[in-house]
């Protein structure tokens, strides 16, 4: 059974590493790791040994000198801090090329994410079915969808805000949104965005000052 998640004030940047720890740890118990040292843990994440000792006895979990953390044991303990004890239902509005690749992933339901609804205003798209679900406008989301908790937003930037405000009148609390927009929401919303072209000129930035390195001859941490 699962173990409650009962820590608060886990730092930020801890919890954006956390699905990560969860991913590897994961591939270790599928291939009968019991056990696994923080340098291990390290080198599958790129990230420092101390990092991971410091990440996760912010979780109360600390290693046995020569044994390590027991795989199992820390996966779960990861899987209740970030509220993965139940299933959350996920809605996908906007099913252009990204909405229907999300909703064809079949990698989310291990993950704790169950997609259980799918909507777009184009009428060519309403109605159609895609991974097992059909599609339907946005102002009928509230007939039969049931309880949700996460609303995905893949439209136009123009668009998305009315999707948002009407995901918060269902009772959504947590959106993913990748539409390239700055969404408004009532406090206790919480908005992850994700922007493909902020990542890119991030990219761009790191390589450009590589070159730059280069050029001076400079070592590039």
Do not use: W
């Not at 599928?30 to 996760?56: F, N």
């Not at 059909?134 to 995905?152: H, K, M, Q, S």
């Amino acid at each position: 059974m699962m173990a409650e998640s009962t820590r608060r004030g886990v730092p930020e940047a801890t919890v954006g590493r956390l699905p990560g720890y969860l991913r590897a740890l994961t591939d270790l118990a599928d291939a009968g790791r019991g056990s696994v040292s923080s340098e291990d843990l390290a080198q599958l994440l790129g990230i420092r040994s101390a990092q991971v000792r410091k990440d996760l006895s912010a979780l109360g979990s600390y290693g046995v000198r020569g044994v390590g953390y027991d795989v199992a044991r820390l996966c779960d303990q990861i899987a209740a801090e970030l509220g993965l004890a139940r299933q959350r239902a996920v809605v996908i509005v906007g099913l252009g090329n990204l909405g229907r690749a999300l909703a064809a992933y079949g990698g989310l339901a291990p993950r704790g994410f169950e997609v259980v609804a799918l909507v777009d205003n184009d009428p060519a798209l309403v109605g159609t079915t895609v991974g097992g679900l059909p599609a339907r406008r946005l102002d009928e989301l509230d007939r039969g969808a049931g309880t949700l908790d996460v609303g995905v937003i893949t439209t136009p930037a123009e668009a998305a805000q009315e999707v948002a405000d009407t995901l918060v009148g269902l009772g959504v609390r947590s959106i993913l949104n990748f539409a390239p927009v700055v969404l408004r929401v009532p406090d206790g919303v919480h908005v992850r965005a994700v922007d493909l072209s902020t990542e890119l000129q991030i990219l761009a930035f790191h390589e450009h000052q590589r070159l730059l390195a280069d050029a001076r001859g400079d070592e590039v941490g």
